[in-house]
């Protein structure tokens, strides 16, 4: 079987609600999961935040994502950045400590793997 999402992009997400790490700005975020592996142990989804900068965390698993509109600095704790938009691959590792800077409201597509 498979699961067809028509337009990521536009696909509803469901409400929204504040984001728990947020450090600037009044930053919300709604999220869909499309799919689950029966152990949960790889998911993949579509999630939305509106800007702002909050901090992020990867412990215990890997997040492999695509973004598909809105713009954000990413900044590793190391003080290394990049700047995302639509169309760019960003992979976190298991690990991955920094902070995302959402510019203009962002939607990515993400899978995430679980050690």
Do not use: N
């Amino acid at each position: 079987m498979s699961i067809v999402l028509p337009d990521a992009t536009t696909a509803d997400l469901g409400p929204d609600a504040p984001k728990p790490t947020s450090v600037a700005g009044d930053q919300r975020e709604a999220g869909l999961t499309v799919w689950s592996s029966e152990d949960g142990d790889t998911v993949t989804g579509v999630w939305e935040c509106t800007p702002g900068t909050f901090t992020a965390v990867r412990d215990g698993y890997h997040e492999i994502c695509q973004i598909l509109t809105g713009r954000a600095t990413i900044t590793h704790e190391d003080g290394t950045s990049a700047e995302v938009g639509p169309g760019s691959t960003l992979v976190m590792p298991e690990g991955w400590r920094g902070e995302w800077h959402v510019h203009e409201t962002l939607r990515k597509m993400y899978v995430t793997i679980h050690l």
